[in-house]
């Protein structure tokens, strides 16, 4: 076989993975699309919708203890648990009558949304070539911005049939009825079987590893990496459609049309990703996107201009590989035996501070100021603080074996 190129089972893999990771995007987005719909049916307040976000997102650092056990008992059966978890929680969703118990289904199917999705990409980074990991892994990326799009296009049709936003969230459990083609296709990676066999006092033993003098660096500039991109996203990407609904009288039908349009180019920018990712390296390719970030939410929330607000919020929809980008450099930082420990405490549990803090910020500040607009565009410029300490900490990964150490010099 040609170096770099997928035997069959890598070719099965990354379409499993990849359907999984269309429906993450569904989730991701589906309870900021509606949120207008399910301020106004349950009768409650924009504040309150934003302290719901917040809640939610607690779910995420939740997603840390089945990560933990990915490297114990395996990576396999950790996905299908969370992807049989995710599908039951977003049915259960649908039937909620309150904001209370909509609050309470959707924090569990959160925690193992973010298991899933992080066990995607540790599955596909350790099964395939390195000189097309980047690539790959922002490919899988790129299907949930197609997932993305669902709860935009289908908005307007949902309320229209009458079925509103529970329509949407008993669509998201498709994945259900796929169950058994992961149980029957989906292997444990060799990586993992070469480990030895590991207590759980030496299991606890390398955890704590991750914050010894010689990997702290490292774990830091993960943990930073997914802090900056959970904060800057909860700020300026899940707001957008009550801003623009609210603030700049959008009505359901614009915001389906330019959710679905940024979806698209979404879908783009993670193949961008992936491109800058394997040419001009993972620190690059990082620092690319959070300055580009920065400067798009600015513009989509300040501009008065529908024009300008657009393509301020297409341009940051064409920055959704950022995702990728974090989850591989997380993957080929740390070793096998810590390597979903390690994306557990980075993402889930210190990135996940960002997505559960910013939503409140964004109340707080949009009510202090008196708009949504004002406080966005602010809180979007904050995620530059901690770039000139991840260029200093962060190790080019480029090209990386997932079984050797990254020197910790290398830049």
């Known amino acids: 076989m040609a170096a770099g190129a997928l035997d069959t089972y890598q070719r099965r893999l990354f379409g499993l993975v990849s359907i999984a990771t269309f429906f993450e995007g569904f989730d991701t987005l589906v309870t900021t699309t509606v949120l207008h719909q399910l301020g106004a049916e349950l009768g409650v307040a924009n504040e309150a919708l934003f302290s719901m976000l917040s809640v939610i997102n607690v779910g995420a650092l939740l997603g840390f203890v089945p990560l933990a056990l990915a490297d114990r008992v395996g990576r396999r059966p950790t996905f299908l648990f969370a992807l049989a ?6 049915l259960a969703t649908a039937a909620t009558r309150t904001l209370g118990e909509f609050t309470a289904c ?81 292997r444990e990676p060799p990586a993992f079987h ?53 603030e700049r009288g959008f009505t359901p039908g614009d915001v389906s049309l330019w959710l679905t349009t940024g979806g698209v180019l979404q879908f783009a920018g993670y193949a961008m990703a992936g491109v800058a990712m394997d040419r001009f390296g993972r620190r690059r390719a990082l ?9 798009a939410s600015a513009l989509a929330y300040l501009a008065h201009a529908r024009a300008l607000v657009v393509a301020g919020y297409l341009a940051m929809a064409s920055l ?79 090209g990386a074996a997932l079984d050797a150490p990254v020197t910790a010099g290398r830049h």
Do not use: D, K
């Not at 978890?85 to 977003?90: D, H, M, N, Q, S």
């Not at 990407?237 to 801003?243: D, G, Q, R």
């Not at 620092?287 to 400067?295: E, K, P, R």
């Open 194 to 246: 070469r480990l030895e066999p590991r207590t759980p006092a030496r299991a606890l033993r390398e955890a704590a590893a991750l914050v010894a003098p010689a990997r702290w660096r490292r774990a830091a500039a993960a943990a930073l990496v997914w802090l900056s991109i959970n904060f800057w996203n909860a700020c300026a990407i899940f707001p957008f459609a009550l801003y623009a609904q609210q």
């Open 287 to 295: 620092a690319c996107v959070l300055v580009l970030a920065a400067g």
């Open 106 to 186: 959707q924090v569990v199917a959160r925690m193992f949304m973010v298991t899933e999705l992080a066990l995607a990409y540790v599955l596909l980074s350790e099964e395939m070539p390195a000189a097309r990991r980047g690539r790959l892994n922002a490919s899988m990326g790129a299907f949930a911005s197609v997932g993305a799009i669902v709860p935009a296009a289908l908005l307007s049709t949902s309320v229209e049939l009458g079925f509103g936003w529970r329509g949407l969230y008993a669509l998201g459990a498709a994945p259900i009825a796929l169950l058994p083609l992961y149980v029957a296709w989906l």
């Open 320 to 398: 959704g590989g950022m995702w990728s980008i974090a989850q591989t450099i997380t993957a080929e930082l740390f070793p096998t035996e810590l390597r979903a420990t390690a994306n557990g405490l980075a993402s889930n549990v210190v990135g996940r501070l960002g997505m559960i803090a910013a939503p409140g910020l964004v109340g707080a500040l949009g009510l202090r100021l008196g708009a949504t607009g004002p406080a966005v565009a602010l809180l979007g410029l904050a995620h530059l603080a901690v770039l000139p300490l991840l260029l200093r900490w962060l190790p080019e990964t480029r």
């Open 85 to 90: 978890g995710y599908t039951l929680a977003c």
